[in-house]
């Protein structure tokens, strides 16, 4: 029997302009210990500078109440 697969989302990156948020790429964590990226845009429109990099996490973040 052949182990599936699977990859989990661990980090996610963000390009900010003006109010807009713009999800850019999802980078993946897979089970036999590769990493990948998942680009949502052409990686050639932006630059690096320009991208904040945040956690990714499946539970909103908390609020102060």
């Known amino acids: 029997m052949v182990k599936r697969k699977?990859?989990?989302?661990?980090?996610?990156?963000?390009?900010?302009?003006?109010?807009?948020?713009?999800?850019?790429?999802?980078?993946?964590?897979?089970?036999?210990g590769k990493v990948t990226r998942r680009w949502l845009v052409d990686p050639e429109t932006i630059t690096a500078e320009d991208i904040v990099t945040h956690p990714f996490s499946v539970s909103p973040p908390p609020t102060d109440d």
């Not at 699977?6 to 036999?32: A, M, V």
Request: glycine share 12%.
């Open 6 to 32: 699977t990859g989990l989302p661990f980090q996610e990156g963000y390009l900010f302009k003006g109010t807009s948020e713009i999800h850019i790429f999802t980078d993946y964590r897979w089970n036999h």
